[in-house]
């Protein structure tokens, strides 16, 4: 069955249908009279032509093509893919929630507004921040209204000379890239061998022009930053601001929190925390959250409580703006709430621990057979510098390769950048012991096959649909969209 | 205490402490200094099943009064077009909202293959040559535009159409405000730019010009001579697009924009009390590299078997960091999932027709409300979906007898604009019937003016 190789638009007849209309029974307009060609179309839609039951199939071929975490592990390194609850689907897709207009009337969507407030009283426990906007539509968006509240807070202030953020060399890709897009210069700064803040290296950069500094603590090698109240204190006596990238929450829930570290404004993933499903690259969430000092800046509309009414608040002066149409990714937001319900206080506090226990479980058994650069205790994830034997003709991208014929998704390679050939394993608190251990097996078993049959990683994958790609071929003569032979 | 989602059992987390040699779960723990650990609980509530959570979820949802008890004649941008069951059953597969961003294609051909027939739809839709991925939704996407705009083409200026909905204008305002870039509103008149306030406005700083047709009055835009005006003046012609009209309503691609952007929910996604939806963009082939976000491209495997994979990447903010025109990472994959369903199940013809139905029946509505004596037409242009009426009862107090009637009456333009008090935007899509139009129509009669 996954040998179904069809394109939707190559399975299409001229005059099938796939749906039927209610018919129009409006006799007296004629569109020909009040809508002049000019403004029509004037060319064939190419779209498919296929009936109900070919498209399900086609789609059902097509999703068995895929892995998710329904279907096995999936190690994938700080995108935290965890196991989504089945009920969190079930409430977001409630009528009532999923089947409201977003220009309603307050008075008709009280429900909807007294999750969001209650959702943003959860999230500012869990991170100890004081206020939350629920607007963002995903990790890179709430970083980009984590970095525009702290600009207007700045030029608020009458201080315009700040125009850059420091951002460590360690740090993912989008947190440079939102600071310039959020209008920063970038200020770059190298972290210590086992990927902490330098804290010479962050004295040095530190001065008046400095708006603030991004960080994810624990850091992308997943290790705990133990400077960081030091490292707060050194940005605030500058005049900066700090910066939460939330991407490694699932370690610290219960244990410490951003705000009491001296994060002014933080970002959540609801996508990776709060298991609201990944959906093959969204739709995610990005809240932000900030301190007191910070609140006016936060992106509209807000959820406020006037009395025992609940109100989306547009009327905020100081505000950066609005990021995106509307009130957030709403549907996400049920999820996270009902996740948030279902796990309690003590539950996210033991998603964390075992978060942690697993993940530092897989760093000890595969320890003598892949080098780990910090041997220490890990937080939710660790990083791998490749395989041990560094005489080895393989890759850590023929290992990738070589853990899909085993069944599982590979974990994240060359990144963090800081870290040659690197293996970014997080197997978050939603997978067994005995998952652990095969994952671990094969793990091992795989640094074997590199020394004695090295074929194996390099001519692999073989036993998936497809084998390894021509990238080059794909964007040198890139081929976007299906033509019509 | 146990969790269902959590399968250590309390001798495997010993087996696992004792590998480690630690004697406890706290001495994970120990790296964070004690100034800063919690020491307390989380002042949360206590875990629940899920029975509890269900009803605890289902009471405020109840507290909501929803598009399925109110016949909907709003729209301002979130519209309640019929979604086909199919579209929720497919993409509640699991293979696919539970994989994550395609990094490995080997065994994520699932979600490449949709997203290339996505990118496929849309640029066939819309006329334009390439489509990427997916935005977060239609306003963002716009201001995408204006920031690929205001990076490869000389000048500071965004020129946009004070006709383009207020909520996107803002969200333009907001990106560029920070990213350096003026952003100018071009006036309108009589509910559609003002062609010749756009050629005074444009000029050699002008990067980029955005029209949004169906403006946002439901109006239908000519954009002939703004793309004239924005090419003289080596600007982008960004349009702003509905694709539900584009079964029936001239192409970005035969205007000759540069970049076509829009709204994507209509295409299949609930209105979620706004989203999560999906915003697209579409480009001709010279801006293809300057494009943000995931591209999907087909290639061949080891085997010259087709295949798809992320392409072009280069772009993107992994690869350039500091140096990238855009921050944006994952978005809304599983909408453009939803959207391709629906659009490759209405079809080429089906596309046509609900945009044909809608326009009909919103030409309908509008005539049958001016018959009541209450509204007067605002705007004489041609229009798609939604309409302008004006009254003289305050419209807040309209919408409230209304929706004590059992509808969602129109949006209230003075919300937005100062001087459209008492003026109120209809909305009209293929899923309101004539009978529900003459109920509308008849609650309007009975209400007290």
Known sequence: ?485 | MRFPYIPNTKQDEEKMLKVLGLDSVDRLFDDIPESIKLGRRLNLDVPRSESEVSKMVKHLANKNLSTEELVCFRGAGAYDHAIPSVVHHLISRSEFYTAYTPYQPEISQGTLQAIFEYQTMIANITGMNVANASMYDGASATAEAAMLASANQKGDTILISETVNPEIRDVVKTYMRFYNVKVVEVPSKDGLTDMDALRETASADTVGVIIQTPNFFGNIEDCTEAVEIAHENKALFIMNVDPISLGLLKTPGEYGADIAVGEGQVLGNSLNFGGPYLGFMASSTKQMRKLPGRIVGQTVDLDGKRAFTLTLQAREQHIRREKATSNICSNQALNALAATIYMGLLGKEGMAEVAEQSATKAYYAKQELIKTGKFRSVHDAPFFREFVLETDIDIEDLNKQLADKGFLGGYNLGKDYPSDKNRVLFCVTEKRTKDEIDCLVKAMEEITW
């Open chain 1, 1 to 485: 069955m996954v040998k179904y190789d069809q394109l939707i638009f190559e399975i299409s007849k001229e005059g099938r249908k796939g749906y039927a209309f209610p018919g129009c029974k409006v006799d007296n307009v004629n569109l020909d009279e009040v809508i002049p060609s000019a403004l029509r179309r004037g060319t064939e839609i190419v779209l498919p032509e296929v009936s109900e039951p070919q498209l399900v199939r086609h789609y059902t071929q097509v999703s068995m093509k895929n892995f998710g975490v329904d279907t096995g592990f999936y190690p994938l390194g700080s995108c935290t893919m965890k196991y989504n609850p089945k009920i969190n689907e079930d409430m977001a897709s409630l009528p009532k929630f999923s089947a409201l207009h977003p220009h309603q009337e307050e008075r008709t969507v009280q429900g909807a507004l007294e999750l969001m407030h209650n959702l943003s009283g959860m999230l500012s426990e869990i991170g100890g921040m004081d206020a939350f906007s629920l607007q963002p539509a995903a990790g890179a968006q709430g970083e980009l209204a984590g970095l525009m509240i702290i600009k207007a807070y700045h030029e608020k202030r009458g201080d315009f000379k700040r125009t850059k953020i420091i951002v460590p060399d360690s740090a993912h890709g989008t947190n440079p890239a939102s600071a310039h897009v959020a209008g920063f210069d970038v200020v770059e700064i190298k972290s210590t061998r086992d990927g902490a803040i330098d804290i010479e290296n962050l004295k040095a950069a530190l001065n008046d022009e400095i708006a603030g500094l991004m960080l994810t603590n624990p850091s992308t090698l997943g290790l705990f930053e133990k400077n960081i109240v030091e490292i707060a204190k050194l940005v605030h006596e500058a005049g900066g601001q700090l910066y939460y990238d939330g991407a490694n929450l699932n370690a610290i829930m219960g244990q410490t929190r951003p705000g009491d570290m001296g994060f002014d404004v933080v970002h959540y993933n609801l996508h990776k925390t709060f298991t609201t499903p990944h959906g093959g690259g969204g739709p995610g969430s990005g809240p932000v959250g900030v301190k007191k000092h910070l609140e006016p800046f936060l992106p509209k509309p807000v959820v406020t409580k006037v009395g025992d009414i609940f109100k989306l608040d547009n009327d905020r002066p100081d505000s950066i703006g609005r990021l995106k149409s509307f009130n957030g990714n709403f549907g996400i937001l049920v999820r996270a709430y009902t996740y948030i319900l279902t796990m309690g206080a003590e539950g996210l506090t033991r998603v964390s621990e075992m978060a942690v226990l697993n993940a530092n479980y897989i760093q000890e058994k595969l320890k003598a057979h892949y080098t780990l650069p910090v041997d220490t205790i890990c937080k939710h994830e660790f990083v791998l510098a490749g395989l041990k034997n560094e005489l080895s003709t393989c890759s850590t991208l023929d290992v990738a390769k070589r853990l899909l014929d085993h069944g599982y998704h590979p974990p994240t390679i060359y990144f963090p950048l800081i870290v040659p050939n690197a293996i970014m394993i997080e197997p978050t608190e939603t997978e067994s012991l005995e998952t652990l251990d095969a994952f671990i097996d094969v793990m091992i078993q795989i640094s074997k096959e590199a020394d004695e049959n090295p074929e194996l990683l390099k001519n692999a994958p073989t036993t998936t649909v497809i084998r390894r790609v021509d990238e080059v071929m794909a964007a040198r003569s890139p081929i976007l969209k299906w033509e019509k032979q």
